[in-house]
T-cell receptor, first 112, second 116 residues
Framework: GNSVTQMEGPVTLSEEAFLTINCTYTATGYPSLFWYVQYPGEGLQLLLKATKADDKGSNKGFEATYRKETTSFHLEKGSVQVSDSAVYFCALHYNQGGKLIFGQGTELSVKP | SAVISQKPSRDICQRGTSLTIQCQVDSQVTMMFWYRQQPGQSLTLIATANQGSEATYESGFVIDKFPISRPNLTFSTLTVSNMSPEDSSIYLC?????????????FGSGTRLTVV
């Protein structure tokens, strides 16, 4: 079946470090891929998305490229800030109205 | 994107009781979903709330335990029935669309439930 696997956390980085959170998926066809972020005590917010192979989603300095050949959608940021501390979820879905399938989430902690 | 108001934001309940969570959306939406996020875990879809018909439940979730109402296109409720400590989780409402040209998912801020 369809699934999403993320690297385990927690990930602890110093401010201004480079961030990579790995995400791979198992799916047939061409799902859309998403990254969501959950700040402490808050709900989920869409961070970025990509709807087809080779698309790059970007927002707030974060980027992720839809790699069909490696079934991956790794999240990257060149220089993290303390305010980026949150839990990050990779997710996929097929077509409009299809349910979202989430990875297990990766907690990021950025120290000053 | 749509704006969701979810209530209550948190509650502490006695085992054996029930809690009803409300989800109000500021625009009409076709698709509404209820998710559960157990401590330290990812989000799992409980059911899709269908306007005017019964909800569609995912494997492992049943209507008797999680009855859902969807009286109109802007409102839904999820009830967690006969609660046990294992039901302690964050419950999130989500909608698809809600604004012209919006084809994304929006999530409520969640209800943090603790069962004692």
């Amino acid at each position: 079946g369809n699934s999403v696997t993320q690297m385990e956390g927690p990930v602890t980085l110093s401010e201004e470090a480079f961030l990579t959170i790995n995400c791979t998926y198992t799916a047939t066809g061409y799902p859309s891929l998403f990254w969501y972020v959950q700040y402490p005590g808050e709900g989920l917010q869409l961070l970025l998305k990509a709807t087809k192979a080779d698309d790059k989603g970007s927002n707030k300095g974060f980027e992720a490229t839809y790699r069909k050949e490696t079934t991956s959608f790794h999240l990257e940021k060149g220089s993290v800030q303390v305010s980026d501390s949150a839990v990050y979820f990779c997710a996929l879905h097929y077509n409009q109205g299809g349910k979202l399938i989430f990875g297990q989430g990766t907690e990021l902690s950025v120290k000053p | 994107s749509a704006v969701i108001s979810q209530k209550p934001s948190r509650d502490i309940c006695q085992r054996g009781t029930s809690l009803t969570i409300q989800c109000q959306v500021d625009s009409q939406v076709t698709m509404m979903f209820w998710y559960r996020q157990q401590p330290g875990q990812s989000l799992t879809l409980i059911a899709t709330a269908n306007q005017g018909s019964e909800a569609t439940y995912e494997s492992g979730f049943v209507i008797d335990k999680f009855p859902i109402s969807r009286p109109n296109l802007t409102f839904s409720t999820l009830t967690v029935s006969n609660m046990s400590p294992e039901d302690s989780s964050i419950y999130l409402c989500s909608v698809l669309g809600g604004a012209p040209g919006d084809n994304g998912y929006t999530f409520g801020s969640g209800t943090r439930l603790t069962v004692v």
